[in-house]
T-cell receptor, first 113, second 108 residues
Framework: NAGVTQTPKFRVLKTGQSMTLLCAQDMNHEYMYWYRQDPGMGLRLIHYSVGEGTTAKGEVPDGYNVSRLKKQNFLLGLESAAPSQTSVYFC????????????FGEGSRLTVL | KQEVTQIPAALSVPEGENLVLNCSFTDSAIYNLQWFRQDPGKGLTSLLLIQSSQREQTSGRLNASLDKSSGRSTLYIAASQPGDSATYLCAAWRELVFGAGTILRVKS
């Protein structure tokens, strides 16, 4: 029962470094999402995908890029990390948009120094 | 733009008490509303999903209601237990906007 798996779970970066977060789901879901969670601001949508090969911007997309080359994987990239990107990142997936249940990964805690 | 508000921001109750968590949304044109639980340092676990055509959903000691016309949903927890202590979030599906959550502490 893997569900949604995120790697890595923790990472510390220096300003300007790049990194990629990987999200993998084994439920054959079409829709995948990347959120960030910050104290007092709740969950905010960064990017999402409605299927393999597609991506779309969410509420706070600046400074991030994503790719969905395979249906089960959704990658979130930071090309030049900034301290403002220190956050906890969550990946989620759903079979349907708007009607189905949303499943979350355990989160990836990123600190940018 | 959809806005989701949860009241109260934090709640502390003695064990055994029944309690209600509130969620309000500004745009009533939603597909459904979902309630989640988040334990410290963990991801979100889905509790209940209410379709827009439904009025309520029940799972064990949890009952969630939805009133689209007034833009409100409530999560009712019966006979609260210390293990219920967590942050509870609601999310309105269309653009999937989350509330900031209610931090619940149940004291034994």
């Amino acid at each position: 029962n893997a569900g949604v798996t995120q790697t890595p779970k923790f990472r510390v970066l220096k300003t300007g470094q790049s990194m990629t977060l990987l999200c993998a789901q084994d439920m054959n879901h079409e829709y995948m999402y990347w959120y960030r969670q910050d104290p007092g601001m709740g969950l905010r949508l960064i990017h999402y995908s409605v299927g393999e090969g597609t991506t779309a911007k969410g509420e706070v997309p600046d400074g991030y890029n994503v790719s969905r080359l395979k249906k089960q994987n959704f990658l979130l990239g930071l090309e030049s990390a900034a301290p403002s990107q220190t956050s906890v990142y969550f990946c989620a997936s759903s079979a349907l948009r708007g009607a189905g249940e949303l499943f979350f990964g355990e989160g990836s805690r990123l600190t940018v120094l | 733009k959809q806005e989701v508000t949860q009241i109260p921001a934090a709640l502390s109750v003695p064990e055994g008490e029944n309690l209600v968590l509130n969620c309000s949304f500004t745009d009533s044109a939603i597909y459904n509303l979902q309630w989640f639980r988040q334990d410290p340092g963990k991801g979100l676990t889905s509790l209940l999903l209410i379709q827009s055509s439904q009025r309520e959903q029940t799972s064990g000691r949890l009952n969630a209601s939805l009133d689209k016309s007034s833009g409100r949903s409530t999560l009712y927890i019966a006979a609260s237990q210390p293990g219920d202590s967590a942050t509870y979030l609601c999310a309105a599906w269309r653009e999937l906007v989350f509330g900031a959550g209610t931090i619940l502490r149940v004291k034994s």
